[in-house]
């Protein structure tokens, strides 16, 4: 296996944006949609930018801008690519309305939030949502229901627990109807299971020495990964008993790692390094893959595309640099 | 003569002549009755028709022989009485008509009887011709009965046999005429339409007649070109009348499937009648066949034009009519019509393209499935014989043999898809093609030229992308390959995109002898697929589709594109293509792990000759054509595909082969166009984003950097400031590539360095360096001013000032201060400024002297580089890099001291080459850092340089003409040209100035070569700026022209040791100096002040 994969030089990005002008915290693909459809990319960016690029000339369409200048560190749609939620560093989580080339902020919800944790968003059934977010007071995760933003509970760790500000967010359900599961990384390097309608931790896991950066969770495994500020990848599973376990941990060259993304399709995953690198593993076996090296930055985000044909799909990284690299990588399998 | 009106008066009138006539048949009666009819009108003759024909007719009937000359006159009355009658009884014209008929017939019984004479037989053609207009309608269908066949067929015959063997052309042609009236064709208008039903009757009676007639007819066609055009005119014209009227398919599509029954008693006419069944049509058409093709071949080869016109009348009207029944002959109508398409006169030209038109137009051969057949089987003969007639025909050959298949392909039209389906047919087809279109490679210029270096920036509005000029093996003409190209296009119009695309995009990649070829058609193909330029008769069926055309193109181009296809050996250069060569195998061969693995083909091929690298260079050339093709034919659809066809095309514009770099700008302004840019200036701008991202991805890859830079650089040429924002990470991006490969790639990079540095300086550079200028020459002007001052208020205090100044200065000098607090207060308004340039360096610098600085940064390292080249590059990009970064002198100064060391050993010992250079870099680098500099110049440089010019003066005062172009030539210039200007930069010290006066010295010598005494007079002449006084001393010790009277008798008398020598070589300029010095610090001869200066 070895020597194939130094028969195989890795790959060069298959093209690269430019222009957001401010380090790239955050991306996401809108690429389902039917044929006249254009591919979207949304990248948010430092200096408070959104940018809608289009993927097939590989400009931007849009830039928006909704928060005050201040970085954006993370955008998702909400059910197609009209309508988007971003979360700034100006403590909004705003909605937007982007059908017909509208660019308006139709609501937003004031998080009072300090830290980067990323919101998670969860599709309960059609047209309503269920959003975790990091609320104000320092250890609290808040679930609200979009877009009619009630409230649905705080998850409050015990009194005593010390978790810590939290750090990443997944909100997952088993399938379509059952019970809505919120997984939570701490800055005490823990990773928590909450049930989210009796507002209750399940399991405590303490996967890291550090914050835990970054998670991403494979629902029908039932099998998780997260990684922290360490040089460790950290691979852990739910039991039947609902108890959070280490399966195993992979040790990395260098330390830092900014985000992880498992393929929809649960094969690879990609994670984002400060070491200005982004590296492919097989979700199965946590087998290293490549090591993709064309960033000159840390990189901050990965991102795998939603293609309905596998044969298109893609892989992007924002980075420090300023720059979005996309790749056309392990497409086939 | 009177006229009579009436029938009465006409009778009384008539009478008498027609009595006489009755009695005694002479000429002179017959002539008589004509001389009375002629008083006769009309309306009244009409009435007595039949009685005045009577005695004519009785004197026809009359047995026994008859005088030749009484039966014409005879006939010609009764002809002069039709013309002016109506003929209204069916038996008077039946009997008229066999009466007629039997003049012409020969007497039965004597065979061997003299010939009737030619006039007779005019006579009665001509009446017959009259009789037949002089009939009503009704009444001449009489004649078209069965029961009149025998007597029908005996006037054919009686008229066929006059046209045939007649040698009169007059006879010849009434025959033909008659005969033509005689099958109710005439020309004229007069005679009604017969319906459907007289038509098929009439159908009926002429089948008999029709083997008859159509052989001799044919026969006629086909016989000496003697007998004139016309009769064979007339004679083609009935052809196809006859055969149009009996072979028609309206009428053959009602015939019942049995014959008819006649009534008994016409049993035996029955016999002679024909049932146009099946069976009589096929064997019918099969003999019309030969006799068509026998037609055609004769007449399409006829010298006079109308007699091709008729030829072309005839398969139009045979196409109308009979194209089911006569489909097996069309194969050679087609062909003749096809073929007279390029006729040389131009009324059969148009004739022919009308007719061609029309038969399009009505979709003749679209619904007609047969005649397709007939088509395409031609098709396929054509394309067979193709090669071969290419090989072997002359270039007019060539010309009618690729008409004939345009012409065919037109024809098809829609139906070409018939014969594109069928492999065998696609493949003739295309071999032929392929093969015809063979290239000339042998030319070596197209090897040769070469591009002039340096490239310009790419004009505005470059020649259009018109094609190159290319030669063909196997012809020259241009309409030739015009004709091809047609053909191509029509064949794109029509046929299949996606199919002929897979086709010869299956050739493209089966051989490389095909490429080219394949390639030229495809970008025909899709031309004619967009419906540019392409000469069609029908329009398509099915309109354009943008999506597959866009499909098609994009296939396309990324075969082009494809590294195996577009990145080929077009030069054995020493400098580049080698080690890319090599390198770009090892590029390949990583590559193929991922694309295709035909590419490792490549590096087993045998070194390349002229004639592939020709080869290589025009599929290059095609296949930037295509690219050109491709946009027009996309407009601004083009623009999304820029994003992978921009940069290759700009890479091209930069190769060194003189046709691909032409071809590529040609390229380049047809994507502006298409894409409705302005200019090529504007394309790149606009899509600089695509392109950066293609340079930087290419940087990645050792193998590719080489095109790479040279993309950046044209596109650096070709762009202004607003780029610099998306550059800056490409830039880093070379800088970093740099990094890792100083060894192979540095002259590669250098290049890219030095057209970044480049269009910095351009973009940013020019306001400093004027500003600089400014600041100087204001240094100059207040220096002047103050001498100026110094000259007019010269008064006896302000030299006891002088004085004064003078020994208080000594006095500091040995140490001896005095007053510290009135220097402090002197400095004190001279230390304001320094802070607020301190600021000004921690204000963030501008990107582009960043840029300059990470520049100059590798400059350092490579300036001690092994290859000579190198260095030079390097010198010259650290000049630039100088000069960037003039306004940040913060930043510059600790550059400059990094670049010391290495500066001072290219100036001390190396290649003069480079020392020349870097002496460059060293004046520039003066322009800003004179303090930094004096010190490390005067104590690493100076000597060196003084010494070098001191041990050359000796071998330029000896050397002859020739030596001006030696290097060490150069050397010594560019030395004394600098040094004067980099002393006063520098504001070096008195002694380093005496060294550089003392070198340069002796190049005041009248010996030195012209220029270097210039040069010296230029250090001399910067040294009086700097210090006017020793210069004035030390070349008046050398020759003084005049004596100095001290002004006052206390001071010692002036003695110089230049004074009163004898003239030697230095003496001319040194005069020369020193009147310049005069002119420079004032009129008159020096005053006592110069004498107590220190020295």
Request: charged residues 20%.
């Amino acid at each position: 296996m070895l020597t194939v994969l130094m028969a195989l030089p890795p790959p060069d990005p298959q093209f690269v944006l430019r222009g957001t002008s401010a380090p790239v915290h955050t991306l996401h693909f809108s690429c389902g949609g039917p044929e006249p459809d254009i591919p979207l990319l949304f990248s948010g960016s430092e200096n408070g930018f959104i940018h809608v690029w289009n993927l097939k000339t590989h400009r931007v369409d849009t830039a928006l801008d909704g928060h005050g200048r201040k970085s954006v560190y993370c955008v998702e749609t909400m059910g197609g690519k009209d309508r988007l939620l971003s979360q700034g560093r100006d403590q909004r989580i705003c909605l937007w309305d982007l059908a017909e080339g509208r660019t308006s902020v139709t609501d937003s919800v004031f998080t009072e939030h300090m830290g980067f944790c990323r919101c998670s968003l969860l599709k309960v059934a059609q047209g309503r949502w269920l959003m975790a977010m990091a609320a104000r007071s320092l250890e609290e995760v808040q679930i609200l229901e979009l877009p009619s933003k009630t409230s649905v509970c705080t998850l409050k760790p015990e009194v005593g627990a010390k978790l810590g500000m939290p750090m990443c967010l997944k909100l997952w359900q088993l399938s379509c109807g059952s019970q809505p599961v919120l997984l939570a990384g701490y800055e005490d390097g823990s990773v928590v299971l909450w049930n989210v309608s009796m507002g209750k931790a399940l399991s405590q896991l303490s996967c890291h020495q550090e914050p835990v950066m970054s998670l991403d969770f494979d629902s029908e495994k039932a099998k998780g990964i997260s990684g922290s500020s360490e040089k460790v990848l950290s691979i852990w599973c739910l039991n039947e008993q609902q108890n959070l376990q280490v399966y195993k941990t992979h040790e990395l060259v260098n330390a830092g790692i900014s985000d992880i993304t498992i393929r929809p399709d649960k094969k690879i995953l990609a994670t984002a390094g400060w070491d200005h690198r982004i590296r492919i593993f097989s979700w199965k076996k946590l087998k290293p893959l490549a090591v993709l090296d064309y960033h000159t930055a840390t990189v901050h985000c990965v991102s795998f595309s939603d293609h309905s044909s596998p044969w298109d799909r893609l892989l992007a990284a924002g980075s420090k640099d300023q720059r979005i690299s996309v790749w056309s990588i392990y497409a086939q399998t | 003569m009177a006229v009579f009106d009436t029938p009465q008066a006409a009778f009384g009138a008539l009478r008498p002549v027609c009595v006489q006539l009755t009695r005694a048949q002479t000429v002179e009666n017959v002539r008589q009755l004509q001389a009375h009819l002629a008083g006769v009108s009309g309306a009244a003759l009409q009435e007595l028709q039949e009685y005045v024909l009577f005695p004519l007719r009785f004197a026809l009937r009359v047995p026994g022989p008859k005088q030749e000359r009484l039966v014409q006159s005879l006939v010609q009355c009764i002809s002069s009485v039709l013309a002016a009658t109506c003929v209204k009884k069916q038996e008077l014209l039946q009997e008229l008509f066999s009466e007629l008929c039997t003049c012409l017939a020969p007497p039965p019984s004597s065979v061997k009887a003299a010939p009737l004479s030619e006039e007779l037989k005019l006579a009665v053609i001509q009446a017959l011709h009259t009789l037949m207009h002089s009939a009503y309608g009704d009444v001449i269908l009489s004649l078209y009965r069965p029961s009149s066949l025998p007597l029908l067929g005996f006037a054919v015959s009686l008229l066929l046999t006059l046209a045939e063997q007649e040698k009169a052309k007059q006879i010849k042609i009434s025959a033909l005429e008659c005969l033509q009236v005689l099958v109710l064709q005439c020309d004229c208008q007069e005679h009604r339409q017969l319906d459907e039903d007289e038509e098929q009757q009439c159908g009926d009676l002429f089948a008999s007649f029709l083997p008859g007639i159509s052989i001799t007819l044919s026969r006629v066609i086909a016989g000496d070109i003697k007998q004139g055009h016309k009769p064979t005119v007339s004679a083609i014209r009935l052809f196809y009348l006859i055969v149009g009227l009996v072979m028609a398919d309206k009428q053959l599509a009602r015939i019942p499937k049995s014959k008819e029954k006649l009534p008994v008693e016409h049993s035996r006419i029955s016999e002679l009648m024909i049932h146009r069944g099946s069976d009589w049509t096929k064997s019918t058409a099969e003999k019309l066949s030969l006799l068509l093709h026998k037609v055609v071949e004769s007449s399409s080869v006829h010298p006079h034009w109308k007699v091709r016109l008729e030829l072309v009348e005839l398969v139009h009207h045979l196409l109308r009519n009979c194209s089911q029944s006569l489909v097996d002959s069309f194969s050679h109508l087609l062909k003749a019509v096809v073929g007279l398409v390029n006729d040389e006169n131009s009324e059969v030209q148009s004739r022919c393209n009308k007719v061609l038109q029309g038969i399009a137009e009505q979709r003749i051969v679209a619904q007609n499935r047969a005649l397709a057949d007939v088509l395409s089987e031609n098709l396929h003969s054509l394309a067979t014989a193709l090669p071969r007639l290419m090989n072997s025909q002359d270039d007019m050959g060539k010309v009618s043999t690729l008409s004939l298949l345009l012409g065919y392909l037109k024809l098809l039209g829609p139906k070409i898809n018939i014969v594109l389906n069928s492999v065998s047919h696609l493949q003739r087809l295309s071999k032929a093609l392929v093969q015809v279109l063979e290239l000339d490679v042998t030319d070596v210029k197209i090897v040769e030229a070469r591009r002039s270096e340096p490239p310009g920036p790419l004009q505005q509005g470059v020649q259009k992308g018109r094609c190159q000029k290319k030669y063909f093996r196997f012809f020259t003409e241009e309409k030739v390959f015009q004709l091809l190209q047609q053909v191509c296009r029509v064949l794109g119009y029509y046929g299949n995109l996606y199919l002929l695309v897979d086709h010869f995009m299956g050739l493209y990649s089966e051989s490389g002898l095909y490429r080219k070829q394949a390639a030229m058609i495809l970008n025909e193909l899709v031309m004619g697929a967009a419906g540019v330029g392409v000469d069609f008769l029908q329009e398509r069926e099915v309109p354009l589709n943008v999506d597959d055309l866009k499909g098609s193109i994009t296939s396309i181009l990324d075969e082009y594109m494809d590294q195996a296809n577009w990145y080929l050996v077009t030069s054995v250069d020493t400098e580049e293509s080698s080690p890319e060569q090599s390198e770009q195998h090892l590029g390949l061969a990583v590559r193929a792990g991922g694309a295709s693995s035909s590419i490792l083909l490549q590096s087993s091929e045998p070194p390349v000759t002229t004639r592939t690298m020709n080869s290589n260079i025009w599929q290059i050339c095609i296949q930037l054509e295509g690219v050109g093709c491709f946009a027009a034919v996309l407009g601004k659809e083009f623009r999304l595909l820029l994003l992978s066809a921009l940069y290759p095309v700009l890479e091209k514009a930069g190769d060194r082969t003189l046709l691909i770099s032409e071809t590529a700008l040609g390229t380049l302004a047809d994507i502006c166009e298409a894409c409705g840019y302005d200019s090529v200036q504007c394309l790149i701008n606009e899509n600089s984003d695509y392109l950066v991202n293609s340079i930087s991805l290419n940087l990645r890859q050792l193998a590719y950097q080489p095109r790479a830079s040279q993309v950046l650089d044209t596109m650096l040429r070709n762009s202004d400031a607003s780029l610099l924002p998306l550059i800056e990470d490409v830039i880093q991006d070379v800088l970093s590539a740099l990094d890792q490969s100083y060894n192979s790639q540095a002259s590669t990079f250098l290049r890219v360095l030095h057209s970044v540095m480049t269009a910095l300086v351009q973009w940013f550079g020019m306001p400093s360096a004027e500003e600089h200028q400014q600041r100087h020459s204001d240094k100059g002007q207040s220096r002047a001013r103050s001498q100026g001052q110094h000259k007019v208020t010269m008064t006896s205090q302000e030299v006891e000032q002088f004085f004064l100044d003078y020994v208080s200065q000594k006095r500091i000098a040995e140490g001896d201060l005095p007053d510290l607090e009135e220097e402090e207060a002197d400095e004190i308004p001279l230390a304001k400024p320094e802070p607020s340039s301190d600021t000004e360096g921690e204000a963030p610098m501008p990107s582009h002297a960043q840029l300059a600085r990470d520049v100059m940064e590798r400059c350092i390292h490579l300036l001690s580089d092994g290859s000579l080249r190198v260095r030079l590059k390097v010198l010259d990009v650290l000049e630039l890099c100088v000069t960037m970064l003039h306004p940040h002198g913060n930043h510059l100064l600790p550059m400059a001291h990094r670049v010391w060391p290495a500066l001072v050993t290219r100036l001390i010992s190396d290649d003069p080459l480079a020392v020349l250079r870097a002496f460059k870099v060293l004046c520039t680098l003066a322009q800003t850092c004179g303090d930094f500099l004096r010190q490390r110049f005067s104590k690493d440089v100076l000597s060196k340089l003084t010494s070098s010019l001191l041990s050359q003066a000796p071998a330029s005062a000896r050397a002859g003409p020739v030596y001006s172009h030696t290097l060490a030539f150069k050397l010594q210039l560019a030395l004394l040209q600098g040094l004067g200007s980099l002393c006063e930069r520098l504001d070096m010290g008195e002694s380093d100035l005496n060294k550089v006066a003392d070198a340069c010295l002796i190049y005041l010598s009248a010996k030195q070569p012209v220029k270097l005494q210039e040069a010296a007079q230029s250090v001399f002449l910067h040294l009086m700026h700097v210090d006017p006084d020793s210069t004035w001393l030390l070349l008046s010790e050398v020759c003084c022209p005049e004596g100095y009277e001290p002004p006052h008798p206390s001071l010692r008398p002036v003695k110089l040791s230049g004074m009163g020598r004898p003239r030697n070589e230095l003496t001319d300029n040194v005069l020369l100096l020193l009147q310049r010095l005069q002119q420079q610090e004032g009129t008159g001869p020096r005053t006592s002040t110069q004498e107590a200066s220190p020295s």
